[in-house]
């Protein structure tokens, strides 16, 4: 476009651009007259000196641009171009802040998947968030312009400094990568990789409070939309903005001198410790002012890199500090493993080296943007821009075509007068007056629908607005005011008030529709009301769905007035369990547990199976005046028994996981301490709460008699803070500080009432209860031990001497010990009925007498565990190679081998009971005789490992020492497979189910597998295997094959037909997590353990990533047509295109978490078995749309409880699932309705 040279025509690009504001034109106005400004280059001057143009703005209108507002923003500058786009810097108009706009090129919009995975990638972009991050606000869109709006920071990035500068001081430089390093972590946290960290993208700007250095990381969350247009344009390159390092598309993704070499290798195998790599290349350019391997920028020199060579260049370096070199070696580490295996453990390596690390005078960073170091383009040069400005004009043309076409007619209109042509000069006049009328400034508010609210607009003293200033909704309302500015003033119930001003002109019509943000105290209230009024409406059927999501939106919004209103009307009811909404008329048994047919309740045994983390007990607690044992299991499941015949009392689920326990005397109440910071006391036979303390954390203490509650109060880098609470009405009665900035470590209480308080390194301290000051203390003691009747006081010196105080004597600051045991270690155990004080010295168990402070005997020599006092004796549990107890009695110690299959962790002896309880690490207890040291019984027979078969029809369990086979029609075992099974071991049908594989978990080798033919009940020869360890098995359809992945990253295929491994498939970049089979078994999807997925062509021995997703996958499953692909992740479903290798959608399943997922015969539904004891069933066309929509949702456990797997029977018409508490569920599909089996 040529110049402007013409004064007029130059103003009138400067009226139509509307950068100024009505008084800086009438004030330009004013000052072409006066001076007068004869040309446009001294209006130009004129302006910029004033601030009301930057430079670049006017460079473009006397370039001959008028348009410069893209949406809600006024263009201010360019900050650079590249093949992705061009990036501007502008000013929101409504907040009046600057921001980055990064525009895509225009032949990147023609492609309509690569602008849907710009705004997938963008969506994740804005989640990030961070002080080392560049904040992304919002991705938008004008016509065919699609733009990323992104935080604006003033500074030049690494790339402009170290060209200023060639390198930089030691401290600055580490300074810069630790800084760029923590907000890595951040983005390691949310799942993302950069894979192009450079100079060029670490943004140096100056701290205005300190002046210090602050980096943040720029172009996160893009890498792989560049993947994308890689290969739809191999010959683009890109340039990020202030910087000059090019990254070429087609040869490499990255930039070759910063590339780790396993990216070079395959640019998606790439995880955290590639960025890693990529900063110590960073750190190494910094420091030196050169790269680390100049002239190495092809793909093979980068992977053909060998290891120690980094070691040796950096060596060879004296700028860089003796200290400094380990550590940047191992950031430059070739093998992935050997480098930090999260950036804010390489931060923490970094700090002693940014000690006084500051920004020198000499490093121009700019701290406030100035007008005049923004570019001056040249539009010849940069076609980009060129086409970025063409796009623009097309979005205001109409207005254009409107504005010029009233000169014209007046024009016509003078010439018709001139020949006296009164009537055409009429017509023209009124086609005139009829265009002005209809072009006249106009402003369109876009209401929603059935719905009214207030509005106003106003213009100086001006306003426009409906009587009461309500606005009808449902449609649109329009205002007719004067050429200029006007502010629009909108309030609706339950959002946020809108204050917007606008900009019209003559031919200029805006259309504004607001973005509501929702206030967050009105949508609070109104869910709240809503779910009352479903509770009060149907209280008998309101403990199933309903109940549980009013219980989970009250966790959620825990600590507002809402919360309360929501907890009376969930108090009301009087249903503690979930009921089903069918009548249950067959139940799979397994063992002695299910779901009872009368009652129709559910009932959870202690352990549901977790792979890894095994159910134990968190407590194992007897009540003081009742005969009756209760186990805490870390699964949040609590079982009560009685001691006298062994049988179970209830069972029932907490909300959070327990950290301990103990019973209330007299009430028959259990006390429960969870890690969400509540105590709860509920009814140990029901489960219901009788009262909820919120805000107490562990340690916590009864008094004597168990009349108070001592608690711990602190929130977050606050001093701790003891409390007691009146029992059982929870009205707290004192509080008072510890004193102490650190924890509290334990807590105890006296016989005459006195808290005695344990804190991390800062002594022990014994507290008046009354006024809370500190009575005695001992400020290098450690582990205080109250005996059980409150009697005696035991603490421990530094120096290993035992001190014990008689807590009758009164408390004075000069408290005086009776006794002083040098070196007896620790206190562990308190007899009183045999005036005794057991210690604990190294690995040694040491007795002294409390009447004469003597030392009696050694009566252990390994580490004890637990420890209980029974009738005959003391009995000990021994940290020792085999699970075993010691059992002490006056003259004699005597060692009992247990035959557990578990260390006891846990030991109680009730009183009365004649019986030793004890917990494992294993899931389940044991009760033995204290007589006899016999076995009464053991609790422990669970479900896992168990597995159904595909078509739902067979179930494996362990049983015992065998793994039987079970009919799930008629709950028979069928087959038993005489095979001892270790904790570990899981179990694995072949899709025909007539082969069983039984392979070792996490730690087993490879030896251990087995497969087994259940027809015959033979094992299956596989001859010699593969060395390593099993980390994923999948059958082939048709069970002739089996594929094994190895944590080698190596993916086996065995051949089951010929006894021998088929060969070597594939490698992958990381340890494998999960494999399938496709229906027709031609491929095999794959996931990773570095959040990659990839699906593997078995014929064209091939292997392609399935884009879209970085997310670590438990399981897969193909639809049965093999079109779709089905990924479970813990608290979402990932749905992917096969022949597109692409995702189509991802879910988030609120409130659960998923374990298995299935779909129908016609792949139009699918079944996702949930943590939360629920079966839902989802619409697969709503979810592909991207509205997900349950079909149906049927609860088959109480909250808490897991279904682990579901099937699809072969004909279709039932879903079998494989459930938590120890039962199978077969529910019939009849017309998109599930029911239970007649």
């Not at 000196?49 to 006017?58: E, H, I, K, P, V």
């Not at 002080?131 to 733009?147: I, K, M, N, R």
Request: aromatic share 6%; net charge negative.
């Amino acid at each position: 476009m040529a110049p402007v040279t013409d004064l007029l025509r130059f103003l009138r690009l400067v009226r139509q651009s509307h950068l100024l504001s009505e008084s800086q034109w009438d004030r330009l106005q004013q000052s072409v007259s006066d001076v007068p400004l004869r040309t446009p280059a001294e209006v130009v001057e004129c302006l910029i000196s004033r601030g009301a143009l930057t430079d670049w703005q006017a460079q473009m209108l006397l370039a001959g641009r008028r348009n410069f507002t893209l949406g809600k923003y006024r263009i201010e500058g360019l900050l650079g171009t590249g093949a992705v786009g061009t990036v501007f810097l502008a000013r929101q108009t409504g907040l009046d802040r600057q921001v980055a706009l990064k525009v895509l090129a225009h032949d990147v919009c023609q492609d309509e998947d690569l602008v849907a995975r710009f705004q997938r990638e963008t969506q994740s972009l804005a989640a990030l968030n961070g002080p080392h991050l560049v904040t992304a606000f919002d991705a938008e869109s004008q016509g065919d312009l699609h733009y990323l709006v992104m935080e604006y920071i003033p500074g030049a990035d690494l790339g402009k400094v170290l060209r200023q500068r060639h390198k930089l001081p030691v401290a600055l430089a580490c300074e810069c990568i630790r800084q760029a390093l923590l907000g890595l972590q951040t983005a390691a946290e949310a799942g993302l990789v950069h894979r192009d960290l450079k100079p060029g993208n670490l943004l140096l700007s100056r701290n205005p409070e300190t002046g210090g250095p602050v980096v943040r990381i720029l172009d996160f969350g893009l890498a792989k939309f560049r993947v994308e247009l890689a290969r739809s344009r191999p010959n683009a390159r890109d340039i990020s903005p202030g910087g000059d390092d090019l990254t070429q598309y087609g040869v490499l993704l990255g930039t070759p001198d910063y590339m780790s070499p396993e990216q070079a290798r395959q640019t998606l195998s790439a995880d955290i410790r590639s960025d890693l790599y990529s900063l110590g290349c960073t750190l190494f350019r910094l420091l030196t002012g050169e790269v680390l391997f100049p002239g190495e920028r092809s793909r093979a020199e980068i992977v053909r890199r060998v290891a120690g060579r980094e070691r040796e260049i950096i060596e060879q370096r004296p700028e860089i500090p003796s200290g400094l070199k380990p550590v940047l070696a191992r950031f430059l580490a070739v093998d992935p493993a050997a480098r930090y295996p999260m950036p804010r453990d390489a931060a923490r390596a970094l700090e002693p080296f940014c000690a006084g690390a500051r920004l020198e005078e000499g490093t121009q960073v700019s701290s406030s943007p100035v007008p005049s170091q923004i570019a001056r383009p040249v539009l010849e040069t940069q076609p980009q821009l060129e086409e970025f400005f063409r796009r623009l004009d097309a979005t205001a043309e109409p207005v254009r075509r409107w504005s010029h076409a009233a000169p014209s007619i007046l024009k016509w209109c003078r010439s018709l007068i001139a020949r006296r042509d009164v009537w055409g000069a009429v017509a023209a006049l009124c086609l005139l007056l009829s265009g002005l009328w209809l072009g006249r400034p106009s402003v369109t508010v876009v209401l929603p629908a059935d719905e009214s609210l207030q509005g106003r607009l106003q213009q100086g003293e001006t306003h426009w607005s409906p009587p009461d200033s309500l606005l009808p909704g449902g449609g649109p309302w329009r205002v007719w005011p004067r050429a200029g500015e006007v502010e629009l003033v909108l309030t609706r119930e339950g959002f946020l008030p809108i204050r917007q001003e606008i900009r019209v002109g003559w031919f200029q019509s805006p259309v504004f529709e607001a973005e509501w943000q929702p206030d967050a105290t009105a949508v609070r209230r109104g869910e709240v009301d809503r779910l009352v009024a479903r509770l009060a409406a149907v209280p008998q059927n309101s403990s199933g769905d309903l109940r549980h999501a009013a219980e989970q939106y009250a966790r959620q919004i825990g600590g507002t007035a809402e919360t309360r209103d929501l907890a009376t009307a969930l108090a009301r009811l009087a249903v503690p369990f979930d009921t089903l909404s069918f009548k249950t008329e067959r139940l799979i048994r397994l063992g002695d547990v299910g779901l009872g047919p009368a009652s129709r309740q559910v009932v959870q045994v202690v352990g549901n199976g977790e792979r890894q983390a095994w159910n134990r007990a968190v407590a194992l607690v007897a009540s003081p005046d009742r005969p009756w044992v209760a186990g805490i299991s870390i699964d949040q499941t609590v079982q009560v028994w009685r001691t006298d015949d062994l049988s179970r009392l209830s069972a029932w689920v907490l909300p959070a996981r327990p950290l301990s326990a103990g019973f209330l005397p007299t009430s028959g109440h259990l006390l429960v301490a969870l890690d969400n910071d509540q105590v709860e006391i509920r009814d140990a036979l029901t489960g219901a709460v009788h009262l909820n303390l919120n805000g107490i954390r562990p340690p916590w203490a009864l008094s004597p008699g168990g009349s108070e509650l001592w608690g711990v109060r602190a929130d977050p880098g606050e001093t701790p803070r003891i409390g007691a609470w009146e029992l059982p009405s929870g009205r707290l009665l004192r509080e008072f500080s510890t004193g102490a900035t650190r924890p509290v470590q334990s807590l105890q209480v006296l016989l005459t009432g006195h808290p005695v308080v344990e804190t991390e390194w800062g002594g022990v301290t014994v507290h008046d209860p009354a006024m809370g000051q500190a009575v005695v203390h001992w400020p290098r003691a450690s582990g205080p031990l109250v005996d059980p009747r409150g009697e005696w006081l035991a603490v421990s010196e530094p120096v290993e001497d035992v001190l014990v105080y008689p807590t009758a004597a009164p408390l004075a600051k000069e408290w005086n010990a009776s006794f002083s045991f040098e070196s007896a270690g620790s206190p562990l155990a308190f007899l009183p009925d045999e005036n005794l004080l057991l210690t604990r010295s190294g690995s040694r168990v040491i007795s002294y007498e409390l009447a004469h402070g003597q030392e009696v005997r050694t009566l252990l020599d390994v580490p004890p565990l637990a420890i209980t006092t029974a009738p005959s004796g003391v009995v000990i549990a021994a940290d020792d190679a085999l699970p075993q107890w010691f059992r002490w009695e006056p003259g004699s110690v005597r060692r009992l081998e247990l035959g557990s299959p578990g260390r006891l962790r846990h030991l109680l002896a009730p009183a009365g009971a004649g019986q030793i309880w004890g917990a494992c690490d294993r899931p389940g207890f044991e009760v033995w005789n204290d007589s006899d040291n016999s076995r009464v019984t053991r609790n422990g027979e669970w479900l896992w490992p168990a597995t159904l078969d595909e078509a739902g029809l067979r179930l494996a369990c362990r049983q015992g020492n065998t793994i039987g086979i079970v009919d799930v029609a008629t709950g028979e075992t069928r087959v038993s497979l005489p095979h001892q099974v270790e904790e570990q071991e899981i179990l694995s049908f072949s899709a025909t189910g007539e082969r069983l594989a039984v392979r070792g978990g996490w730690g087993v080798f490879r030896s251990s597998l087995e497969v087994w033919d259940l027809s015959t009940a033979s094992k299956i020869p596989l001859g010699n295997l593969p060395q390593g360890r099993v980390s994923a098995l999948a059958w082939k359809p048709d069970d002739s094959a089996l594929a094994l992945a190895h944590d080698d990253r190596q993916v086996w295929v065995l051949d089951l037909q010929q006894g021998g491994p088929e060969s070597r498939t594939v490698e992958l970049p990381s340890l494998v997590r999960a494999i399938e089979f496709s229906a027709d078994g031609l491929s095999l999807a794959i996931a990773c353990d570095d959040r990659t997925n990839w699906l593997y062509d078995l014929v064209e021995k091939r292997l392609d990533p399935l884009a879209g997703a970085l997310a670590r996958v438990e399981r897969w499953r193909f639809s049965r047509d093999g079109r779709l692909l089905l990924g479970v992740v813990n608290d979402r479903v990932l749905l992917f295109s096969v022949p597109r290798q692409k995702l189509l959608r991802s879910y988030t399943v609120v409130d659960f978490g998923v374990n298995d997922a299935v779909f129908s015969m016609t792949s139009e539904e699918m079944a996702l078995a949930t943590n939360g004891g629920r079966l839902e069933i989802w619409d697969v066309a709503d979810l592909r749309k991207g509205v997900p929509s349950r079909r149906e949702v049927v609860p088959l456990g109480p909250p808490g409880a897991r279904l682990w797997e579901v099937r699809l029977t072969p004909e279709g018409r039932h879903l079998v699932t494989l459930n938590g508490n120890a039962t199978v569920s077969v529910l019939r599909r009849i017309d998109t309705a599930a029911q239970t089996v007649d």
